[in-house]
């Protein structure tokens, strides 16, 4: 079992930053891809951006692109997403999943899910 527990939301204005964790227990946190996800109510959970068990390789959804960074201290068994310039409609819950193999945006593959973090943009 992996336990993990987001950090880092809260209430910003456009073209603010701000710099979400995703902080791991359990089993050997650095075997595991992570994603974000993002959700508003009555949409389904989106894909924001995964990271690889080492690093080495990043993907993210279009709209997040050049504001979005995600990254990863696997001596700290935490994984990071540096968000700037937001936008109102970056607004939703953020959860971070973790996954046994690289599954990219491919939701249903994450085997671990956080609780979620509110992240609120005002315009």
């Known amino acids: 079992q992996v336990q993990l527990v987001e950090s880092g939301g809260g209430l910003v204005q456009a073209g603010g930053s701000l710099r979400l964790s995703c902080a791991a227990s359990g089993r050997t946190f650095s075997n595991y891809a992570v994603g974000w996800f993002r959700q508003v109510p009555g949409k389904e959970r989106e894909f924001v951006a995964a990271i690889s068990w080492s690093g080495g390789t990043t993907y993210y959804t279009n709209s997040v692109k050049g504001r979005f960074t995600i990254s990863r201290d696997n001596a700290k068994n935490t994984v990071y997403l540096q968000m700037n310039s937001l936008k109102p409609e970056d607004t939703a819950v953020y959860y971070c999943?973790?996954?046994?193999?690289?599954?990219?945006?491919?939701?249903?593959?994450?085997?671990?899910w956080g609780q979620g973090t509110q992240v609120t943009v005002s315009s």
């Open positions: 999943a973790a996954a046994k193999s690289w599954t990219g945006a491919r939701r249903y593959e994450y085997d671990y």
